[in-house]
Every structure is written in structure tokens, then in C-alpha cells.
């Protein structure tokens, strides 16, 4: 009978311990966006719509685009937009114009692929450009 109580009272610190050991990360901030212009070069802007932004730096709350998409001037402005810095990354998730998708913001991250000019058009891009990244988009 005393190896019943015992076993369990032995057992107890080795549970706590191994549970404290567990770290969770917490999960990045998800965003929703759009998908608004492209210059067909991987120039890409997206236009945030919710998400819980604290530092309002990361976006631009008026553009134009004033580029030029199928022989016309777009003359379009866009509220709450930022560049795509990571445009490869961002191809990669294969969206099209219009398309809403959650992404998390990854301002730090070293390993990104880095904003560029496209040598064919002028195409002026918001002054912000951010990292996107866990790009999922979101069923219409």
C-alpha cells in the first residue's frame, strides 16, 4: 500500500518538470490583404484590409498608381498599401490580381529575397515595402 502512494508522490516533480520544459513560440500575427497591382515584372502591391497592426510605419496610407496597364494610365489610388519586398516568395503562392489572402509580417527576416526595380517599366511603388510571408489564400 505505501508503494502506491509513494510512486505517484515520486512521479509528481518529474511531470512538472518536464512540462515547464516545453516552450511554446507564440504564433506570428496573421494579417488579410489584397492583392491589388502587379507590373508583370514580380513588382507586386498589396492593399491591407484587417489585422492587428501596431506600428502604422509599415503602411502607406495613400498611393497612386500612376503606371501604365494595358496602354493605359492607371491613376488609381489605393489606401493602407505596402510593396512587396520578398517578391519571389510572394509569386510563389501563385495569387492573381484580386485575390485575398492571410499572410504574417516578417520584417527581420535575412534570408529574404530584396525589392527591385524592373528594368522594363517605371513603375513607381509605395514608399513601404514589407516582408509577407505564410501566404494562404482565402476561399471565395
Known sequence: MLHRVTLPILLLPIIIVASNCRRSQPSPARYIGKYVVSDGCGQSVVKFL???????????????????????VADTTFTNVFAVKNWMTFRRANLKLGDVFTF?????????????????RNFAMPAVANTVTDIQPVPQ
Open 50 to 72: 484587417s489585422g492587428p497592426i501596431t506600428d502604422s510605419s509599415v503602411l502607406v496610407k495613400s498611393w497612386t498608381d500612376t503606371a501604365y496597364h494595358n496602354g493605359m
Open 104 to 120: 504574417a509580417l516578417n520584417q527581420h527576416d535575412p534570408n529574404t529575397d530584396t525589392l527591385y526595380m524592373c528594368p522594363l
